[in-house]
């Protein structure tokens, strides 16, 4: 029973946040006439020296203490004896955990947030470096069109905006204090709901006692907006591992991010990028987990529910160290501009130049001047050039509309300077929109 019942190995991580939740409501307590001023200011001054403990030797793990709750007041008690005793008035664990575990969540989100504003402000330095700097843009992972590598890292950009709005919107909801909901039903005393949420930073208390210790969709928006922001680190580390292969060479990682091989000397492995990968499966295990654990309780507070703190502490180191490891390779990586243009050039990316020039110029229906473009690129594959070294007069000879200008349009270069549409990949607008995000960033 000892070891099942007991979470102090775990919930020792929510000290803090305890430790604040006690003191603003003796305080409250007292500035209700609910404990004397002096046991007040007794209780007040044991919680911060236990602090100060806690702080310099860590918590003690004692099981018989069961969890970080009961150890704090069983060692306010050695502390200033019996008047200890009197901090538990009003409350509840249940609504004690559920504020100390928002208390937290709010702050892991402040971590996640400056650590995606880093993310963000490396993907933008390096856009603008890149802002054209041309590579093939995929489809299938097949060549499709000329895009700037500028463009395809400020793609991450927009998904780690959308990554921050979720967490800012997580953290807005969460913020409603649960204190004073007592064990699941509210208390007769005449306690000020209010004051405590104020004074730990609540917007305001929560409405209803019982959901307020049987809630925690706080944390599962957490673990949802974690999820799909290692998703979207998932698939640039995925990008990464791909563009550092060989055969691709787009992106020399820097040793600090690799590792060698035991046995093959040439090695040089991603194993940064590869780890964010893997971690993803992680996070969504962890989201699932404590999706699981809570569906189907009954109200109000049931101990499955102190489950709920494992998975959502694991996600958190997870996550943290993803957007920190994904941050430093985005930074350092050596992207290889000669080797993004020439796969570029190899695959026939302006193909659809190719067509739009041909619906522009010669006035010909699209789907028509799709049909022509097929003839020229299946040209081009049997005699192993690009789309531009093919002499005017064959180009002519599959369509007398053609003439000498189309050069123009078939290099990288134009192809990607021709996409000036809001949002495409010519450079001026990769700029454009560098320009707006460095300005959000305060860069
Ligand atoms: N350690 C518990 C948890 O994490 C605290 C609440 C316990 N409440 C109770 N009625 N046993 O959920």
Redesign the pocket.
Known sequence: MREIN??IPF?QRLWKQDIAGSRAHVAMLGAAGIVSAEDMAAIDQGLARIAEEYAASGVPVDLDR?????TTESRLAELIGPAAGRLHTAR???D??ATD?KLWVRDAIDAVEAGLEALQGALVTRAEEHAGSVMPGFTHLQVAQPVTLGHHLMAYHEMIARDRSRFADAKARANLCPLGAA?LAGTGFPIDREATARALGFDGPTRNSLDSVSDRDFALDYLQAATQCALHLSRLAEEFIIWASQPYGFVALPDAYSTGSSIMPQKRNPDAAELVRGHTGRIAGCMVALTMTMKGLPLA?S?D??D??PPVFEAHDLLALSIAAMTGMIETATFRTDRLRAAAEAGFSTATDLADWLVRQADIPFREAHHITGRVVKLAEEKGVALSAIPLSTLQAIDGRIDARVFDALTVDASVAARKSFGGTAPDQVRARVAEAKEALGL
């Open positions: 007991a979470s919930d069961e969890d970080i709750h009961m509840s664990r249940n004690q955990v575990f064990a507070y101990k529910m102190q709920d703190k």
